[in-house]
């Protein structure tokens, strides 16, 4: 451990104050990545659960060493783990066609509250090494992401077609490319004007035949109204 902080161990008027600053400047700054991506949980959401469960983790010490509360000091740090799974929740969503959006953000918000619970104990070096590491994944380990994500054997794409024979020269695309479909959805277009019927494939893909070549001739593709990849 750093020596630095010997004098920021026991619990007094400096060491709550420095632990809420590190708590406060910890969570901003992971929530400064989400907020520049324009997540439902930013820079003021992460700073308030980091500072949250700082709290709670030096409250427990507080009645503890102070007030001779004589119970289990990790028992209200153990309930902020397990209550920021409601919180997490609520940023996961699944889109209309089938997208899962927030597992990220929820996860970041999950650590964040670890980082906070590292900080109210006085585990600086944790805490800050975790913020660290935190901000190393979301803008380094994003790139190699998205890197391996181009080269994916399997895709999901989500299409919108106007009849039956869009779908079909869709088929004949597939079969022309040697392209095996893993699973396809269907669901029928509403009775009325401006509903298409649409179509979510997962594909296996193979080497001569890549993720944006591949939305870019189903676009072309007669009776193809709009492709995207999930």
Known sequence: MLTIFDGLREVSLLSVAVRMCLAVACGGIIGMEREYKRRPAGF??????????????????????????????????????????????????????QRVKGLTTAAGLWTAAIVGLCLGAGFYE??????????????????????????????????EYTDRSGLENVLKLYRERDLKVLNLEITRAAGGEGHNACAIFTLRLNKRCRAEQLVTEMGATPGVISVEEL
């Open 126 to 159: 944790g805490g800050i090494l975790a913020t660290a590491l935190i901000l190393l994944a979301e803008l380094i380990f994003s790139k190699l992401e998205y890197r391996m994500l181009e080269n994916a054997p399997e895709i999901n794409l989500y299409m």
């Open 44 to 97: 003021r959401t992460h700073i308030l659960i980091c500072l949250g469960a700082a709290m709670t983790t030096m409250t427990s010490q507080f009645l503890y060493l102070y007030m001779n509360y004589f119970t289990d000091m990790a028992r209200l740090g153990a309930q902020v783990v397990a209550g920021m799974g409601f919180i997490g929740a609520g940023t996961i969503i699944v889109t209309r066609r």
